[in-house]
């Protein structure tokens, strides 16, 4: 049998969803996969019955439905405050996940380096090395999650073509302050840079901080790929819909890597979307309403178990620290949860490029009552 692709062997399958499985199987409850058990708003249940009974059954233009892209491109633009053209500006993508590949594959050849902020969504090394570049890693150090300016310096001069920022932060809910933006646009323009920006979690940030859309800064739309995606925001994990916003010129070529990657996303799924993307102001605040309530009963509980943990500031992650547990690895503890305490969480290793083992990582996009059950079973099981 001939050998599979040597870079296969860099990295493994996702650990998130292999806890879904454990979490499956051990009939814990689910805070590892960050997808909600609760169903989007009802206009957007409303709007796909009629999409799915309407003529959307076969290919829309590859990089985007007309109706998708003009609602897409009104939305961002109303929040950005950039001009987006839908013609020139977008391609919409299957998830953020294909957005964040095609990003890449626009932006870097093989051989070239990127650098990843480490702890990082997990996504992100796989796809420089599947996209044959090379990851450079600069550590965010707890418990703020701050880079050091030098040594994010030192990777742009070592010649890296791209740097991946998700802002807010999975798995850390950090928010990047404004002024830490701004340090990592100058470097990218001082060593001429990509910027490839991940902010599926820009309407759920908690006061006082607040998000920055980094392709607002100064300089930075030329260069910048920024990723965005509808899971999140409406409740829709299993629609798989994203999109690419950046310059004419960079969304020429992502729109041919994006081609040859899935040809284009679900044509009806699209449709219906437009109802999502159309809805007013008063949803995004209701929005992050309800997830500071869901993340206030998360902590709440962890507060009792008087388990260390890191607040999030934006997103619906909290990183918790099982290192007084005793386990060898975070995977023993998170795989001990799962069947011991009947709460799965990913093991934060899995996030790391340094060789962490304190955090498990859970998530807090569920209903409350869900949130309650998990919340005394912890409790109940590690109180310190």
């Not at 993340?295 to 099982?322: F, H, N, S």
Request: proline share 7%.
């Amino acid at each position: 049998m001939p050998r599979p692709a040597q870079r296969l062997q860099v990295f493994t399958e996702s650990v998130i969803r292999e806890m879904t499985r454990i979490a499956n199987r051990h009939q814990a409850i689910n805070l590892a996969q960050g997808f909600p058990d609760f169903d989007p708003p009802a206009v957007l249940l409303d709007a796909l019955t009629t999409a799915i009974r309407g003529p959307h059954h076969q290919y829309a233009i590859t990089w985007g439905a007309p109706r998708f892209r003009n609602a897409l491109a009104r939305k961002h633009s109303h929040f950005s405050g950039l001009s987006i053209d839908p013609e020139k500006h977008i391609v919409t993508t299957c998830g953020s996940t294909e957005a964040m590949m095609v990003s890449m594959m626009t932006a870097c050849d093989p051989g070239d380096k990127v650098i990843v902020f480490s702890p990082f969504y997990e996504n992100y090394a796989a796809d420089a090395i599947l996209s044959g570049a090379q990851p450079i890693y600069v550590p965010l150090r707890a418990p703020d999650f701050t880079f050091d300016p030098e040594e994010l310096r030192r990777a742009f001069a070592s010649g890296a073509k791209a740097i991946v920022v998700c802002n807010p932060s999975n798995p850390s809910g950090k928010v990047f302050t404004r002024e830490e933006l701004l340090s990592i646009a100058a470097l990218a323009e001082e060593f001429d840079t990509f910027v490839l920006m991940d902010e599926v979690y820009e309407h759920i940030v908690y006061a006082p901080h607040q998000h920055t859309v980094f392709a607002t800064l100064p300089g930075m739309w030329e260069r910048t790929l920024s990723c965005g995606s509808l899971s999140k925001t409406y409740s829709i994990t299993g629609w798989r819909l994203g999109y690419v916003i950046a310059p004419e010129a960079l969304i020429a070529q992502a729109r041919k890597v994006h081609d040859f990657l899935t040809v284009g996303a679900a044509a009806p799924l699209q449709e219906a979307a437009v109802t999502a993307l159309e809805l007013p102001d008063s949803y995004y605040a209701e929005l992050l309403r309800e997830y500071t309530a869901k993340r206030d009963v998360m902590l709440g509980y962890l507060k009792q178990t008087g388990l260390p943990y890191t607040e999030p500031q934006g997103a619906y992650y909290v990183l918790v620290d099982i290192s007084s547990f005793g386990f060898k690895t975070d995977m023993e503890c998170a795989q001990w949860m799962a069947q011991e305490v009947g709460v799965a969480g990913v093991p934060g290793s899995s996030f790391f490029r340094e060789p962490e083992h304190r955090y498990i990582r859970f998530h807090f996009a569920k209903r409350e009552e869900t949130l309650h059950a998990a919340g005394q079973r912890l409790v109940d099981k590690l109180k310190r």
